[in-house]
């Protein structure tokens, strides 16, 4: 067996040991013969709030589960197809089954970066804000081009987006969004795009055709589900309430629908108008402001977790996270992981997995590092 296809086995065993601790695979195992076993009962469905919890939890670990045998059980026959091959001295089903074991370790390392989305919140939903930076039309439109690239990136995995907040820019783009993202891990895999995102390019609104710097920036916060608690005191909120711009029709237009609420101790603001009912806008609003909250207090938990602010400094809100250059060559940087890519139309159309994948990947070493 060649030195190179014994270090391809070495990784993906290396990637199944951590996929199995991940999961605690003989409890997920034991516990999902439980729920197909409890799904197989007749009067399963009796209480539909329970039993809608107990599938989720089921296609869960039926996903985790049958992950690792798949894996498992393909490095097995490829192995044995590379010892059966040299036994026989065939050197085509040697080489056919190395290369089956180098297929399989960008998968396996993938799965293995997915399973490190555990976080306490990296399941949830996830709100996703963009900010334009100073400057006018000019950040306004890059604010825009972000927040398309985002949904362009939830488009390719599947996620739904809803639009909870639109400020629309003053000639173009937007001054601010917020957005509602539904998927798998959502915050997981979002939780590290929060930042400040530079573009350099020659400027569409500048008839000398000069070359411009603009900036916005992203927040990224996990939707709370009932099962987390969060105490919001009415003495500490202020409630405002104005008329709602941007798509609606008239009425939207005609009442003091929108809603923005200020948490007085931590100066969090969040806003909603996406609805003509002002209760409903309110109700969303106090969602979104429970989730800061809660995020807020992840933030302080994971600083506390590394004994140290370094991380913050590295992915933190407020720190320049990305460059994306249009002129006068084309690239994209990250400033926290080096990762570039010289396709800066493909990023901005979506193709984000190799920035989100290598900061995550960086996150949590610098966790398990600590």
Known sequence: MQAETQAHIETITSALDLLRTHVNFEAASARLEELEALSAEGDFWNDQAAAQEAMREKNKLQRQVELIISLQTELNDAVELIELGEMEGDADVVAEAEAAVAALVPFAEKRQLESLLSGEADGNDCFLEVHAGAGGTEAQDWAAMLVRMYSRWCERRGFKLQMIEESAGEEAGIKSVTMRIEGDNAYGWLKTESGVHRLVRISPYDSSARRHTSFASAWVYPVVDDNIEIEVEDKDLRVDTY?????????????????????????????CQNDRSQHRNRATAMNMLKARLYELELQKREEAANDAASAKTDIGWGNQIRSYVLHPYQMVKDLRTNVEKGNANGVLDGDLDEFVEASLAARVGAQRNA
Do not use: L
Request: net charge positive; aromatic share 0%; no cysteine.
């Open 243 to 271: 008329r709602a711009s941007g798509a609606g029709g008239q009425h939207v237009n005609k009442t003091d629908s929108a809603i923005r609420i200020t948490h007085i101790p931590t100066n969090i603001v969040v806003q």
